[in-house]
């Protein structure tokens, strides 16, 4: 009954994010009531294991008590203050030199905003104010990739590379290029993964020329693509952008908002690939998802640059830096080195994880099964040997995610790409589960799908 009533209420009145409301309307909502663990639990008295971690952020898992103390412990003492005027507070002090201390060497500053698509207005900023400030304020351009997924707030929807994002609510930024995603599965499958790596680096300074290094600010990347389809680049692809960035006077950016704290068996995706980025915008897993809070970590040659000649740096947000979800984000790193978590992903459960995952690559529906730490795809394929797709018309994805949901799994779809992204806490009994699951539920969209696929027309599909 209260279960109709929410379904009700929530359709009459809430506009989710990323969301088709005729079609949620018509479906309804399900209502998620409580957490423990790697498990979510829905109204209906489900118990659904999140394969997801929230949105990639909670990484400790639910319902970590030392994380609810710190946030309440903290909102008596002091709930808000701002660090606009000569002020600060000590969450944000201690928060800021951890993080830096966690961070590459050269990171020795951070700014903190309320979110990931904040902390990539802020990149978006300081990078061009950077230039003004060297006195290269022509330097405007910055080169992202098709595909990557930076934010949905004006500057962050722009630097991402989603074409149906750009296509809303534009124009978009101006002096915003994008290149080719090192996606070898879904795009470049003519060449061996390694040479088709260094491709798209080659593309990436096709574009610096084209444009012209003195016009080009910064590159901006995820070290593995998330939102885009969990796309772990060949081994050839960082040490070949790094050796490009090498040859030019241009920022790098890597975005860490998945990526960083443990998620790929590092502190940092940084770390992961050896790359000494000037920038990094962080958020998520930064306090496991409990509160919101992100920033961007910057390296010392821009933050003396900005400190030494910047004067008032004119950018901020009323909750930069907010003292409750400091306090979450400190005691979450501090329970992630207690535990060791970087660690365990490293040398422990990331490798059991790909052990696991790699066997659903055998599976007649998948063309690929890759991971990397804990993020993980599955490559839905309509025929294995020759790896063609669906037809985009028959949304596979979608069935498949909506089979998992029923199932008590959450994977997620992009396009017919499945991901996960699990609670780093996650046990190997729980990895075998959710492998379990993933692949009852392919065999059940397999079922669904027979006989259908002969109707439509076949096309080689690739996402949009
Ligand atoms: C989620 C995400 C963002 C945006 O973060 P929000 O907190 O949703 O604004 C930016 N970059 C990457 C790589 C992300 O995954």
Same mark, same amino acid.
């Given at each position: 009954?209260?279960?109709?009533?929410?379904?009700?209420?929530?359709?009459?009145?809430?506009?989710?994010?990323?969301?088709?409301?005729?079609?949620?309307?018509?479906?309804?909502?399900?209502?998620?009531?409580?957490?423990?663990?790697?498990?979510?639990?829905?109204?209906?008295?489900?118990?659904? =294991?999140?394969?997801?971690?929230?949105?990639?952020?909670?990484?400790?898992?639910?319902?970590?008590?030392?994380?609810?103390?710190?946030?309440?412990?903290?909102?008596?003492?002091?709930?808000?203050?701002?660090?606009?005027?000569?002020?600060?507070?000590?969450?944000?002090?201690?928060?800021?030199?951890? =993080?830096?201390?966690?961070?590459?060497?050269?990171?020795?500053?951070?700014?903190?905003?309320?979110?990931?698509?904040?902390?990539?207005?802020?990149?978006?900023?300081?990078?061009?104010?950077?230039?003004?400030?060297?006195?290269?304020?022509?330097?405007?351009?910055?080169?992202?990739?098709?595909?990557?997924?930076?934010?949905?707030?004006?500057?962050?929807?722009?630097?991402?590379?989603?074409?149906?994002?750009?296509?809303?609510?534009?124009?978009?930024?101006?002096?915003?290029?994008?290149?080719?995603?090192?996606?070898?599965?879904?795009?470049?499958?003519?060449?061996?993964?390694?040479?088709?790596?260094?491709?798209?680096?080659?593309?990436?300074?096709?574009?610096?020329?084209?444009?012209?290094?003195?016009?080009?600010?910064?590159?901006?990347?995820?070290?593995?693509?998330?939102?885009?389809?969990?796309?772990?680049?060949?081994?050839?692809?960082?040490?070949?952008?790094?050796?490009?960035?090498?040859?030019?006077?241009?920022?790098?950016?890597?975005?860490?908002?998945?990526?960083?704290?443990?998620?790929?068996?590092?502190?940092?995706?940084?770390?992961?690939?050896?790359?000494?980025?000037?920038?990094?915008?962080?958020?998520?897993? =930064?306090?496991?998802?409990?509160?919101? &809070?992100?920033?961007?970590?910057?390296?010392?040659?821009?933050?003396?640059?900005? &400190?030494?000649?910047?004067?008032?740096?004119?950018?901020?947000?009323?909750?930069?830096?907010?003292?409750?979800?400091?306090?979450?984000?400190?005691?979450? =790193?501090?329970?992630?080195?207690?535990?060791?978590?970087?660690?365990?992903?490293?040398?422990?459960?990331?490798?059991?994880?790909?052990?696991?995952?790699?066997?659903?690559?055998?599976?007649?529906?998948?063309?690929?099964?890759?991971?990397?730490?804990?993020?993980?795809?599955?490559?839905?394929?309509?025929?294995?040997?020759?790896?063609?797709?669906?037809?985009?018309?028959?949304?596979?994805?979608?069935?498949?995610?909506?089979?998992?949901?029923?199932?008590?799994?959450?994977?997620?779809?992009?396009?017919?790409?499945?991901?996960?992204?699990?609670?780093?806490?996650?046990?190997?009994?729980?990895?075998?589960?959710?492998?379990?699951?993933?692949?009852?539920?392919?065999?059940?969209?397999?079922?669904?799908?027979?006989?259908?696929?002969?109707?439509?027309? &076949?096309?080689?599909?690739?996402?949009?």
């Amino acid at each position: 009954m209260k279960t109709e009533i929410y379904r009700q209420l929530d359709r009459e009145h809430h506009l989710h994010p990323f969301t088709d409301y005729k079609a949620l309307a018509e479906e309804g909502s399900r209502i998620v009531t409580r957490a423990e663990g790697v498990y979510i639990h829905d109204s209906e008295g489900h118990r659904i =294991l999140d394969g997801m971690a929230g949105l990639w952020c909670v990484n400790l898992g639910y319902g970590r008590e030392e994380l609810v103390e710190a946030a309440s412990e903290q909102m008596r003492q002091l709930p808000y203050y701002n660090s606009f005027f000569k002020s600060t507070h000590p969450p944000a002090v201690k928060l800021a030199e951890t =993080l830096c201390r966690l961070a590459p060497a050269h990171m020795n500053h951070v700014f903190f905003t309320g979110s990931g698509s904040e902390a990539n207005d802020t990149v978006l900023r300081m990078v061009r104010r950077f230039w003004a400030l060297e006195g290269k304020p022509d330097k405007q351009w910055i080169i992202s990739r098709e595909n990557a997924y930076h934010g949905s707030t004006v500057a962050g929807m722009s630097l991402g590379g989603m074409a149906p994002m750009h296509a809303q609510g534009g124009p978009t930024v101006p002096k915003i290029a994008h290149v080719r995603q090192p996606y070898w599965f879904g795009e470049g499958r003519d060449s061996e993964p390694e040479a088709f790596g260094r491709e798209c680096a080659a593309a990436l300074e096709a574009r610096i020329h084209e444009l012209g290094e003195e016009n080009v600010a910064a590159f901006i990347a995820e070290p593995v693509q998330g939102a885009g389809g969990a796309v772990i680049p060949p081994a050839s692809y960082w040490p070949a952008v790094r050796d490009v960035l090498a040859r030019y006077d241009i920022l790098l950016v890597v975005d860490e908002v998945i990526c960083g704290f443990g998620r790929l068996g590092e502190w940092f995706g940084s770390q992961h690939y050896g790359l000494e980025p000037d920038l990094m915008p962080v958020a998520k897993g =930064l306090s496991s998802g409990y509160l919101p &809070i992100g920033g961007v970590l910057v390296g010392d040659r821009v933050a003396d640059t900005l &400190i030494e000649r910047g004067g008032e740096f004119f950018h901020g947000f009323t909750y930069s830096g907010h003292p409750a979800c400091a306090a979450v984000a400190l005691k979450n =790193l501090e329970l992630m080195q207690a535990e060791a978590i970087v660690e365990r992903v490293r040398d422990d459960i990331g490798p059991y994880l790909a052990k696991r995952w790699a066997t659903l690559g055998e599976h007649p529906l998948v063309g690929e099964a890759r991971s990397l730490g804990m993020v993980g795809a599955l490559e839905l394929v309509a025929d294995k040997a020759a790896a063609r797709r669906f037809p985009k018309s028959l949304g596979v994805g979608n069935l498949c995610r909506d089979i998992c949901f029923d199932l008590g799994l959450v994977m997620r779809s992009v396009g017919d790409t499945m991901m996960i992204s699990p609670p780093l806490v996650i046990t190997r009994d729980e990895v075998d589960e959710l492998v379990r699951l993933a692949g009852e539920a392919l065999d059940e969209t397999a079922r669904r799908l027979a006989g259908r696929e002969s109707v439509e027309p &076949i096309s080689e599909e690739t996402r949009s």
